[in-house]
Structure formats: structure tokens, C-alpha cells
């Protein structure tokens, strides 16, 4: 079951901060504001793995945890730099914006008091906040190619924490207040959370990255960085002892295996939902039942998480409109939702779902279209297809947990940098189908007729940045 953060209870609504998590913000805030937009995204990654977003400042009862100051910080600097000049709105950034408001309106009417929109607005500033910052900032696949090299090397030293903690069991990470100073246990394992505060968000965060250290294999560089980074991420997915990221660990897998067969993926999807339906015709029990039998590591909730879907199923009319106050009676232990899926229609109503999904099959949409532009690139290719991975991996961890604190700009990322990347590709298919004029090139034709398709410069694709 999902542990309840350490420090809602203790520290919510109130200020806490630390002089070293002080400092290790304002440090990272003049590093978003001054280095390049290629690096921009690297300070909320040092942040998420070395800095407890549980601190915040409370100002008029309005919660800023660290994750919001930086996100804030972020967007002063792209609209001080223009970064954000030459926007063109896609589908998906269309359909966040309605999720952002469907979900928010519905959570206000149901709660109608002051604090539901106060914890609205906190929640719309990190999920669109982060999304519209990692859409602006992440441009192209050099971009990611940059994004997975730091990440594999900051998994090194993240290992070596978790490493620690789960051999002493005390979280050094305490020293920042906001996480628990002794590692906990379930049935006899240490069940390490670094700064995170939860192992088994530390443990998906972390898997999410994996497919994106994984392809700097084919990158002629990146080849330490994998092996190392990879290390490093099985290291701390181990060290957490929990289910949900093993289990994701194995849809990454799956995800990789499948790149053999990219060119297939209509059939393979047809083949997936066929099979789902054989397995519900030879069961007596609903197929989320399945989720019972799940227990890799001992100790798991498989039980609590099919009893919550049963539920949340034959409990339509309840949340329907617009979503429900609690689901503590829905029966015991209820009350904590471990399912992202679940936990958008409590939260905005059968809106809110909808919009939440269909925002995810347009990004694999996305992740489909870039990676057949630039099929026979190997390094990119696979770097197109780890973005879809790292979403797929997000969608099997929704179904055993719901994200919060700062493991919500891990999917920010994820599905923005498809958003950022479609609109990249966009702009040089515009670009490249742009008519030839008979006079500067006679005889030529025009490129505005027949399928857009980006071409390649001095061995890099038309519109991707130096």
C-alpha cells in the first residue's frame, strides 16, 4: 500500500525549510537562469534526486514546495530569454489545458471552499507548469540525447545514497527534514526512498529514466554513460524492495523488445486486446484479478489495488460527474487511491479521465510519428523510441500508483518531450514542403505536394538545434 507522505501531516500549510535546502535552491535557480536552454531541464533532476521537495514556504496559506519555486524560476526564464517565441499549439498541449481545467473546476464544485482551490492551483502549477516548461525547453532529440547523459551520470552517486541506506537503514536525506531519518521496513526489508520520500515513487522515477540511459548504447559516446547509468538505476530500483518498479522494470523491458518490431505495433496492439479478451473468457473473476497474484518481492497489495478497481467499476454513478470527496467507503483502506487512473476521476469526474487518457494515446501518436521520420538512424531512432517507453513504463506504474511531491515532473517530462519533439519535426516538415520558386530553380518542382518528411543537413535533422 502507498505510505502516506511523511510530511503532509506534519508540515502542511506550514513553512519548513533547511539553510542547506535554501541553499541548494537558490544554487539551482541561478543555474536554470543562466546556462544554456539545452541544460535548462538539468536542475530540476539534481533537485528531485538530491533535495527533499517536502520544504516549502507558506505565504497566505499558499504551499510553494521547492518543485513549484524552480518551476516558477523556469518560467522567468523563458519568458525573460523569448524561449518560448514561435509556439505553434498542438493537439496534446490542447488537451492538457482541458484536462487542467475540467479537473480543477470539478474538484472546486465538489469541494466548494477556499482550500480546494488553493490545492488546485498548486497542482496545475507543477503538472501544466512543468508540462508547458519541458515543451519549450526540450526541442529535439540532441535535446533528450543531453537529458538521458545527465541522468545516467546522476544516477551514480544516487546509487551510492541508496546503496547506503539500505545496508544502515537511516536516510541521509533527513537532514533536510521532510523524510523519515530511519529506513522503513516491510516484512524484513528496507525499503530505502533517498529524497524522494516514498519507495516505491523513488523506484518508478527512476525506471521512467532507464529507457533513455538505455539508448545512449547506440550513441558512439554514450556507451559509459549507459552501462554506468543503468547500473545505477537497477542499484536504487533494487534498494527500494517494492513491487510496482520491479514490475515496471519488466514494461521496460518489454518496451525495448519491442523496437523489432516498430513496424508492426497496429498488429501487435490489435494482438494485445484480443489476448485480454481470451484471458476474461477463461476467468471467473474480472481480469484486474490478476493483480492479486502480483507480489515480487514480498509484502505486496495486490489485493488492496484489485479491490480498489472493483470498486471504482461498480461505484460508476458516484464519481462520475464530478468526481467524489472520498472513497472511503468504498471499503476498508480505500481511502488510499494507488492508481493514477482512478484517482483523475475521483479527483474531475469521467472528464477528467477521458481527457487524462486520450492526452497519453496522443502522446504514443507523437512517438509513432517522429520515430518513422527518422527510421534508419539507429541513435535516433532509438532515442524516438525511448520517449515512448518512458510513457508506456508511466502507464503500467498508474495502475499501482498515483504520483505526488516531486515524482509528478517525472511524467511532465515525459509526455511534454512529445509534444516538444512532434512540434520540432512540425516545424522542419514545414520548412522542407515549402514551395521551390520557378524562377531562383527552373525546372524544379514543388515539394508542397505528396507526404512532408523532415531531410537531413550536414548529418543532423532540418530543424534540430546545435
Not at 156 to 161: E, L
Not at 336 to 359: C, P
Request: include cysteine; charge should be positive.
Amino acid at each position: 500500500m502507498q505510505e502516506t507522505p511523511f510530511y503532509q501531516a506534519a508540515y502542511f500549510d506550514e513553512t519548513y525549510v533547511h539553510p542547506l535546502g535554501v541553499a541548494a535552491l537558490v544554487l539551482l535557480c541561478v543555474i536554470q537562469l543562466s546556462v544554456p536552454r539545452r541544460h535548462a531541464v538539468l536542475p530540476f533532476l539534481l533537485l528531485i534526486c538530491f533535495v527533499p521537495c517536502s520544504q516549502r514556504l507558506s505565504i497566505l496559506g499558499l504551499d510553494f514546495n521547492f518543485l513549484r519555486i524552480l518551476i516558477l524560476c523556469g518560467w522567468l526564464r523563458v519568458l525573460a530569454r523569448g524561449e518560448a517565441r514561435g509556439f505553434r499549439w498542438l493537439k496534446l498541449d490542447k488537451i492538457m489545458v482541458a484536462w487542467g481545467v475540467v479537473e480543477s473546476i470539478a474538484y472546486v464544485l465538489l469541494h466548494r471552499d477556499f482550500a480546494s482551490v488553493v490545492y488546485m492551483s498548486g497542482r496545475m502549477l507543477e503538472s501544466l507548469g512543468g508540462y508547458f516548461l519541458v515543451r519549450w525547453l526540450i526541442r529535439d532529440l540532441a535535446d533528450v540525447k543531453r537529458l538521458a547523459l545527465a541522468a545516467a551520470w546522476i544516477a551514480v552517486p544516487v546509487a551510492v545514497c541508496f546503496a547506503i541506506e539500505k545496508v544502515t537503514g537511516r536516510n541521509w536525506f533527513s537532514i533536510f527534514g521532510g523524510v523519515p531519518a530511519m529506513t522503513p521496513v516491510r516484512e524484513g526489508k528496507l525499503r530505502a526512498m533517498g529524497a524522494i520520500g516514498n519507495p516505491i515513487l523513488a523506484g518508478c522515477f527512476w525506471v521512467a529514466l532507464l529507457p533513455y540511459i538505455g539508448a545512449l548504447w547506440w550513441s558512439r559516446e554514450g556507451k559509459g554513460a549507459a552501462v554506468l547509468g543503468a547500473l545505477g538505476s537497477l542499484v536504487v530500483i533494487v534498494a527500494c524492495a517494492s513491487s510496482t518498479p520491479i514490475a515496471a522494470l519488466g514494461a521496460a523491458m518489454l518496451g525495448a523488445y519491442m523496437f523489432q518490431f516498430r513496424n508492426q505495433m497496429s498488429s501487435v496492439r490489435w494482438a494485445v486486446v484480443a489476448g485480454m479478451g481470451a484471458i476474461q473468457l477463461f476467468m471467473n473473476r474480472p481480469i484486474w484479478h490478476l493483480m492479486v497474484s502480483i507480489d515480487l518481492v514480498g509484502g505486496s497489495t495486490g489485493y488492496h489495488r484489485f479491490l480498489l478497481i472493483d470498486s471504482w467499476v461498480h461505484r460508476v454513478p458516484e464519481w462520475f460527474l464530478i468526481g467524489t470527496k472520498t472513497t472511503a467507503g468504498w471499503g476498508p483502506g480505500l481511502e488510499d487511491i494507488t492508481n493514477q487512473y482512478i484517482l483523475e476521476s475521483v479527483r474531475g469526474g469521467v472528464g477528467a479521465f477521458v481527457l487524462f487518457v486520450a492526452s497519453i494515446v496522443v502522446a504514443f501518436q507523437y512517438v509513432g510519428h517522429l520515430r518513422r521520420a527518422v527510421a534508419g538512424d539507429p541513435e535516433r531512432e532509438t532515442l524516438a523510441w525511448a520517449v515512448g517507453v518512458a510513457i508506456f513504463v508511466h502507464c503500467m506504474s498508474f495502475l499501482a500508483v498515483s504520483y505526488f511531491a516531486q515524482v509528478v515532473f517525472g511524467w511532465s517530462l515525459s509526455i511534454a518531450m512529445a509534444a516538444g519533439l512532434m512540434s520540432g519535426l512540425a516545424t522542419s516538415e514545414v520548412r522542407v514542403s515549402t514551395p521551390v520558386p520557378a524562377a531562383a530553380s527552373p525546372g524544379a518542382r514543388s515539394h508542397s505536394s505528396g507526404p512532408m518528411r523532415p531531410v537531413r543537413r550536414h548529418g543532423r535533422l532540418l530543424g534540430e538545434t546545435p
